[in-house]
């Protein structure tokens, strides 16, 4: 899946699309009807001409074109926006998070919540690229049959721990507080403004040399800075090394599971994706950022229901 915030849809980069939009939206794309199609000129024979003579009258009358008929194209929904939340790069893969018509407000609270991204980010030792990826220009090759799982371990024990540090330096929170008690039971304890990126959490999934597998759960990051990451790890022992794929297997909320394969990219597939991630959209967005009441998403659905109390779609 190729691939790649409140009401938002989530595509992953491959294959699949998770639509996360308000009721409001679904309603509106249900009901839009598409223009009436295009017409053209056209001489309509109406039978023998008051001359006689055996001709016959053609009169110039409008016919629609039917290559525009509904039946034909089927219905266009020209005015629905689409917003993107965080980018994928296009050697990246994985959930791509989408914003549908006013699900585009909710973008932005996502964004706010600076919620935790997950990857799985494959590595090669024994080589480096000019670009930190398997498909760049070699610079170098080295030997790495003196690693082990234990000594790649400890370096990644070392990343987290410094990691660890600058997340509590950026989130702004004495320690010693109550508030950061309170935040860190609910697990809030990160930037919630701009900040370098930041590692929460890594470990190694697979290793076997020349090849290893992290998970990597980050903040603020791009997927050019976790190939960095790669080869760093390389050089820390003593070696060199190069990333084979980023896969984001977690954006905040929306998980590779949300995803629809690329043959239920339709309406009714996307509305029952919008219903099944909406709960879970509305309760992170209450968690992190504490204004339900204001929310894009509370007010778009008190707008539907009073649309639908008044008989109005």
């Known amino acids: 899946m190729r691939g790649g915030p409140g009401s938002s849809p989530c595509t992953s980069r491959g ?48 016919v629609p074109v039917l290559a525009d008929h509904p039946l034909v194209q089927g219905p266009r929904f020209r005015r629905l926006k689409i917003g993107a939340g965080h980018r994928l790069d296009v050697k990246a893969s994985g ?7 006013h699900g585009n407000k909710l973008l932005t609270d996502l964004y706010n919540c600076h919620l935790t991204k997950v ?18 220009k ?22 987290q721990g410094t990691n660890h540090k600058a997340l509590l330096m950026y989130s702004n929170i004495d ?19 701009k900040s ?5 959490a890594i470990r ?17 990051e791009t997927q050019q800075y976790l190939r960095k990451v790669v080869h760093e790890i390389g050089l820390e022992l003593k070696s060199s090394a190069v990333c084979t794929h980023v896969r984001r297997t977690r954006d905040g909320v929306f998980t590779l599971d949300d995803a629809l394969p690329r043959t239920q990219w339709d309406l ?15 309760t992170e967005i209450e968690k992190t950022l504490g204004h339900r009441d204001n929310s894009p998403v509370h007010q778009l659905d008190v707008q539907t229901a009073e649309s639908a109390e008044g008989g109005h779609p």
Not at 196 to 200: A, L, N, Q, S
């Open 15 to 62: 294959g699949g699309l998770v639509a996360r939009v308000p009721r409001a939206v679904e309603t509106e794309a249900e009901t839009r009807r598409p223009d009436p199609p295009r017409g053209r000129e056209s001489l309509t024979d109406t039978g023998p001409a008051p001359s006689g003579g055996g001709a016959l009258e053609l009169v110039p009358t409008r």
């Open 95 to 101: 959930v791509f998070v989408l914003g549908i018509g």
């Open 119 to 136: 990857y799985t980010v494959g590595g090669l030792f024994g080589k480096a690229t000019d670009d930190f990826s398997d498909t760049g």
């Open 138 to 159: 070699l610079i170098e090759k080295t030997t790495f049959d003196h690693i082990t799982r234990e000594k790649l371990e400890r370096i990644l024990a070392v990343i």
């Open 175 to 193: 320690m010693k507080t109550q508030e950061a008690y309170e935040l860190a039971v609910k697990g809030l304890i990160r930037p919630m403004d």
């Open 196 to 200: 370098p990126p930041i590692i929460t």
């Open 204 to 220: 190694c999934l697979q290793f076997a040399l020349p090849e290893f597998q992290l998970e990597i759960h980050c903040l603020h």
């Open 268 to 282: 009714r597939s996307i509305q029952d994706a919008i219903r099944n991630c909406q709960l879970k959209v509305e």
